[in-house]
T-cell receptor, first 114, second 115 residues
Framework: GAVVSQHPSRVICKSGTSVKIECRSLDFQATTMFWYRQFPKQSLMLMATSNEGSKATYEQGVEKDKFLINHASLTLSTLTVTSAHPEDSSFYICSANRDPYGYTFGSGTRLTVV | AQSVSQHNHHVILSEAASLELGCNYSYGGTVNLFWYVQYPGQHLQLLLKYFSGDPLVKGIKGFEAEFIKSKFSFNLRKPSVQWSDTAEYFC?????????????FGSGTRLQVQP
């Protein structure tokens, strides 16, 4: 099967600092990865589509300067939350698609900004 | 904009009861449809998917879903639930005509199965 590894699973940071979240495809190459944000008891909202070797495509309302996405290789995409604030506290999930397995999700990162 | 609606936000059932979770989408073109499950503390897992062909799709763990194009629906069913089915269930859609490949999720349904 296709496995996506996401790290860290939990992170607590101080307000104003930056946090980097990694998403790796372990046994396949992912030219496209997706980053979602999930609020408590709510659905997953797409933040951006990460494309290997090019700029990410952000959804409307998502600040690209705040949520920096880098997809430098076919197996790694990173999401950096810059100058984090308490309202950025959330559950962040990455996903990649690999035929014929379909979409595989990382285990998510719980970010708490204090 | 396309959307996915899950009308049941929280469902409580006893073991062995039958389950049906509703999912409707708002797009008239070609769609790929999915149901995902998220067990407490775990990542999303695919239950089943529909791309084309037989509208009745069977997935893992005894789940099935029926695509009814005329109703824009893709309801999830299970004849007899178990306590271990307690989880959050998400319906998701890909609109094929747009070339966009990101999943659009419904708001989710929390299923609680009581022993």
């Amino acid at each position: 099967g296709a496995v996506v590894s996401q790290h860290p699973s939990r992170v607590i940071c101080k307000s104003g600092t930056s946090v980097k979240i990694e998403c790796r495809s372990l046994d396949f190459q992912a030219t496209t990865m997706f980053w979602y944000r999930q609020f408590p008891k709510q659905s997953l909202m797409l933040m951006a589509t990460s494309n290997e070797g090019s700029k990410a495509t952000y959804e409307q309302g998502v600040e690209k300067d705040k949520f920096l996405i880098n997809h430098a290789s076919l197996t790694l995409s990173t999401l950096t939350v810059t100058s984090a604030h308490p309202e950025d506290s959330s559950f962040y999930i990455c996903s990649a698609n690999r035929d014929p397995y379909g979409y595989t999700f990382g285990s998510g990162t719980r970010l708490t900004v204090v | 904009a396309q959307s996915v609606s899950q009308h049941n936000h929280h469902v409580i059932l006893s073991e062995a009861a039958s389950l049906e979770l509703g999912c409707n989408y708002s797009y008239g073109g070609t769609v790929n449809l999915f149901w995902y499950v998220q067990y407490p503390g775990q990542h999303l897992q695919l239950l089943l998917k529909y791309f084309s062909g037989d509208p009745l799709v069977k997935g893992i763990k005894g789940f099935e879903a029926e695509f009814i194009k005329s109703k824009f629906s893709f309801n999830l069913r299970k004849p007899s639930v178990q306590w271990s089915d307690t989880a959050e269930y998400f319906c998701a859609v890909i609109i094929m005509d747009t070339g966009r490949r990101a999943l659009t999720f419904g708001s989710g349904t929390r299923l609680q199965v009581q022993p």
